[in-house]
Every structure is written in structure tokens, then in C-alpha cells.
T-cell receptor, first 109, second 117 residues
Framework: GQQVMQIPQYQHVQEGEDFTTYCNSSTTLSNIQWYKQRPGGHPVFLIQ?????EVKKQKRLTFQFGEAKKNSSLHITATQTTDVGTYFCAGPGNTPLVFGKGTRLSVIA | NAGVTQTPKFQVLKTGQSMTLQCAQDMNHEYMSWYRQDPGMGLRLIHYSVGAGITDQGEVPNGYNVSRSTTEDFPLRLLSAAPSQTSVYFCASSYTPPGLAGTYEQYFGPGTRLTVT
């Protein structure tokens, strides 16, 4: 079945360093979503990408959808302690929405 | 708007007991779903509903039942709890089902932490 894989599983960075998480699908996606979950919290929607090669920015966060629409990335510039959490990608698949296992980001002040 | 609400926040069950996790939304969303989250496993879809009276199975439906008698409510029933069902359960809703045109961001409830001993 359709799988959504994310790497890395964990990332520890010093505050101020950049961070990138990657999402890869075994099949072409019509769109992809990104969510953030703070420790002890629930997932919160960040963004949806639809077009091949699309790039969207939200302040220090840059989201990209691959040309083949099978991969996506989230890049955070100059991480802050408020960026701590787990970042998930999700896309339509065998079930209405398939989530990757997430990348847990910790930021060392 | 209260958004998506879930009760209870915490629950401890003994093996074999049954219970219902409640989920309600006040945003008039057609699509509702239940996920379980286990360490290192991400979010796995249990059941979902595209509207009142319509439900379908997700990735891990065994041991769970759902019904959708109203647009607002989507309870999840554990028929006979097992230790493997120890998890955090999230209910989510969106205006339209994923796969349709438009943005269908999922609004998640705060979760129910369930322990089965």
C-alpha cells in the first residue's frame, strides 16, 4: 500500500541552526499537508501544497513540493526553542489521509 | 466555537472492559476521523466518516466500532479492551473529506490518553 516516509526520525539542533525534514511517498500525491505537534499536544495544521514544484513560506518555515509530487520538505531557518515538536507530513493514499511517522525536533538553547 | 472536543482526557481500563471515547465538533464538518498515536508509529487511522450515517475502516480498525448518527458527534467504541490498545487517541475533523478539491485541513481534538492493564 501507499507509504509516506519521513526522515530523519529525530533531530537535535542548537538554537539558531537550520533544520530540514523530508517526506517521501511511494506514489504520486495530489497534495501534501504538514502538521506540527508540540510535546503533550495535538497536531496542528501548518500548510497544504498542491502544485508540482510549489514553494511556500511562513516566516522562518519554507515548504517545498517536489516536481514529481512524490516528495516534500520542510526547512526551518534559525531554529528557536518555540520550534520544538514533531513535524508530520500527510497525503491522500489507501485511506483518506496517510501520515508519516514524523520528525521530532529538539532545540538546545 | 469550541472546535473539536474529546472526553475523557485520561482513562484506565482493565483488559476485557468496554468503553466509548466521545468526540464532538461544532464547525459543521462533514469529515471526521479517529487516529491512534503510539511512540514511533505516527498517527494511524482507525475509522472515518464522510457524513452522518456513513463510516468506513481505516488502517487499524480491529477492536473498534464507530457510528455517526449526527454531523456533530463521532464516538469510538472499544469492544473488549486489550493492552495493545494502550495509546493516545485523537479525533479530527475537516470541512470536506481529504481527496476533494480545496484545502481540507484537519482540526484535531486534545486527545484521550488510554491505558489498558
Amino acid at each position: 500500500g501507499q507509504q509516506v516516509m519521513q526522515i530523519p526520525q529525530y533531530q537535535h539542533v542548537q538554537e539558531g541552526e537550520d533544520f530540514t525534514t523530508y517526506c517521501n511517498s511511494s506514489t504520486t500525491l495530489s497534495n501534501i499537508q504538514w502538521y506540527k505537534q508540540r510535546p503533550g499536544g495535538h497536531p496542528v495544521f501548518l500548510i497544504q501544497l498542491v502544485k508540482s514544484g510549489e514553494v511556500k513560506k511562513q516566516k522562518r518555515l519554507t515548504f517545498q513540493f517536489g516536481e514529481a509530487k512524490k516528495n516534500s520538505s520542510l526547512h526551518i531557518t534559525a531554529t528557536q526553542t518555540t520550534d520544538v515538536g514533531t513535524y508530520f507530513c500527510a497525503g491522500p493514499g489507501n485511506t483518506p489521509l496517510v501520515f508519516g511517522k514524523g520528525t521530532r525536533l529538539s532545540v538546545i538553547a | 466555537n469550541a472546535g473539536v472536543t474529546q472526553t475523557p482526557k485520561f482513562q484506565v481500563l482493565k483488559t476485557g472492559q468496554s468503553m466509548t471515547l466521545q468526540c464532538a465538533q461544532d464547525m459543521n464538518h462533514e469529515y471526521m476521523s479517529w487516529y491512534r498515536q503510539d511512540p514511533g508509529m505516527g498517527l494511524r487511522l482507525i475509522h472515518y466518516s464522510v457524513g452522518a450515517g456513513i463510516t468506513d475502516q481505516g488502517e487499524v480498525p480491529n477492536g473498534y466500532n464507530v457510528s455517526r448518527s449526527t454531523t456533530e458527534d463521532f464516538p469510538l467504541r472499544l469492544l473488549s479492551a486489550a493492552p495493545s490498545q494502550t495509546s493516545v487517541y485523537f479525533c479530527a475533523s475537516s470541512y470536506t473529506p481529504p481527496g476533494l478539491a480545496g484545502t481540507y485541513e484537519q482540526y484535531f481534538g486534545p486527545g484521550t490518553r488510554l491505558t489498558v492493564t
